[in-house]
């Protein structure tokens, strides 16, 4: 795959993640006022974000490898591994292979992934590879995803970290991965 492929996939990915993040959020609300079939609709979302996530880890690692080789192949490996688990984990729930008390690894896959995130965030910010504010957010939605995992550690889903770092990943991670995604998506035409 050549790096122009890479980066239209990437970015595609990046928008369709940025989509399926605003699609969980709305139908995991709906799902808590209505249930079913939103709980499996934001599940479905999950696993989108999981499949989508690695396209968009892989562009990052490509980009910032030059900066700091060691860090960012620890982000992707870690990432990659979180975002494996994370899919697995919740393809096997909406297939119902799992009930949902054995889903309780997901969320701290997903934490992982916020900290490569965060780390890629971080390493643009240095660098200057990309516009500061796309950075920012970078890093904002992947501390929003590891403040989630936190909360669940120190009390579970209803724990205001939880809270909290949900807010912060569903505002900032959609408006990164747009942002991303348009910007890999005009570089790979050129």
């Known amino acids: ?14 928008i369709l ?8 959020a709305v139908t995991l609300v709906i799902f808590f006022s209505v249930g079913d079939p939103y709980g499996k609709i934001n599940d479905i979302s999950s696993i989108v974000i999981a499949a989508t996530g690695i396209v968009v880890l892989v562009a990052l690692h490509k980009l ?10 620890a982000a992707i490996i ?17 297939l119902g292979f799992i009930r949902l008390e054995q889903t309780s690894s997901a969320p701290y896959a997903f934490s992982v992934f ?3 995130i965060a780390t890629y965030g971080c390493l643009a910010w240095f660098a200057k590879i990309l516009p500061r504010g796309l950075a920012i957010l970078g890093v904002t939605a992947g501390l929003g995803y590891a403040l989630v995992g936190l909360g669940f550690v120190l009390g579970g889903p209803n ?5 909290i770092g949900g807010a912060l990943s569903v505002i900032a991670y959609p ?16």
């Open 1 to 14: 795959m050549n790096k122009n492929s890479l980066f239209r996939l990437a970015g595609w990915s990046a």
């Open 17 to 24: 993640s940025a989509i399926a993040t605003l699609a969980g």
């Open 64 to 73: 910032h490898s030059t900066i700091s080789k060691r860090l960012s192949f």
């Open 78 to 94: 870690i990432g990659v591994i979180a975002l494996l688990t994370a899919g697995v984990v919740q393809t096997i729930f909406v």
């Open 114 to 116: 916020g900290v490569s």
């Open 159 to 163: 724990h205001m970290l939880t809270y």
């Open 175 to 190: 408006v990164w991965g747009f942002w991303l995604g348009r910007i890999w998506l005009q570089n790979a035409k050129g």
